[in-house]
């Protein structure tokens, strides 16, 4: 799943993780590919499942989906 680098920024500064989002800021690419760009989430403290949860909508909640 492709994620905006600023979506990630504000996901972390919402957490309280400015640290991690002022280096987001300079290591990320424009567009975050969760899966190939997972290694660097995670050295940012970002686990790629929280973020398709938050970023995809919230399907996996409602009914049938």
């Known amino acids: 799943m492709e994620i905006g680098k600023q979506q990630i ?3 972390l500064k919402n957490r309280g993780s400015g640290d991690q989002a002022g280096e987001a800021e300079s ?3 424009d ?3 969760t ?3 997972s290694g660097l989430l995670s050295k ?3 686990n790629p499942q929280d973020l398709i949860g938050k970023f995809s909508g ?3 909640g409602l009914p049938g989906a």
């Open 31 to 33: 567009k975050v590919d």
């Open 9 to 11: 920024i504000d996901f």
């Open 44 to 46: 940012l403290g970002v």
């Open 27 to 29: 290591q990320l690419p």
């Open 35 to 37: 899966d190939k760009d």
């Open 58 to 60: 919230g399907l996996g």
